[in-house]
């Protein structure tokens, strides 16, 4: 889906465009007959006609179904950046008013003051929080140009990737913040979610069994137990 107002490509959950802050427009129920000349119109409906409708109806539901996944088989399709673990919070990837206002003040205070690195940083977070992968990804490339040893931060940015199903890319970020700080549970983690979701089995059960030697006590530690035992 994309806005009416802008062109912004849109997810099913926003009531507002991310892009340019309209709020958008839901589609209207259609009204019911009201005339008695309608009513006896439908009720003289052929046969035919009200089979060929209900038959319509049920392929258009199965249909809906089938491309919306409800038919797929379970899979791993959510990695952790290392501030859902540290504040213990869940990752919301939907975009709500509040969100549009917070982004459009950080990213004036970042325009007027370029060396503000902290709101830099912010500004990716809620971003990437908000389900705008690539913006993020931009604020977080400008933020390690100063701060390139921050694993955290690269690790965020893989997840980034992540979602945008850039797996390459996503695992080749985390192994470069394996190599600044070798014991990066998180990144080891994740390196198996995303192994796991190329199909890479055998892969993805070693790093896990890597993120779990590393601290089998964590948050980190028992997903990555879970995440091996299940598979």
Request: net charge neutral; hydrophobic share 35%.
């Amino acid at each position: 889906m994309t806005c009416e107002f802008c062109g912004f490509k849109l997810q099913p959950s926003f009531k507002f465009c991310p892009n340019c802050g309209k709020e958008l427009v839901v589609n209207k129920k259609i009204p019911s007959v009201k005339s008695s000349q309608n009513k006896e119109e439908i009720k003289t409906l052929p046969p035919q006609t009200i089979y060929g409708l209900i038959f319509g109806g049920i392929v258009l539901t199965f249909l809906i179904l089938y491309l919306s996944g409800v038919f797929s088989g379970p899979s791993i399709n959510n990695v952790s950046n290392q501030r859902n673990f540290n504040e213990n919070k869940e990752q919301s990837q939907s975009v709500d008013l509040n969100n549009i206002q917070k982004i459009n003040e950080l990213e004036a205070k970042v325009k007027s003051n370029p060396n503000d690195h902290q709101s830099l940083l912010e500004l990716a977070h809620l971003r990437m929080d908000s389900g705008l992968f690539e913006l993020a990804i931009e604020n977080y490339k400008e933020y390690l140009k100063h701060h390139p040893k921050e694993a955290d931060v690269i690790v965020d940015m893989a997840v980034c990737y992540f979602n945008l199903k850039d797996y390459e890319t996503a695992i080749s970020y985390m192994k470069e913040a394996i190599k600044i700080e070798p014991k990066h549970q998180i990144a080891h983690l994740n390196i198996g979610v995303v192994n796991l979701n190329m199909g890479n089995i055998a892969e993805s059960k070693m790093w896990f069994q890597k993120a779990v030697d590393l601290n089998p006590n964590s948050d980190a530690g028992k997903k990555a137990q879970q995440l091996l035992t299940s598979h």
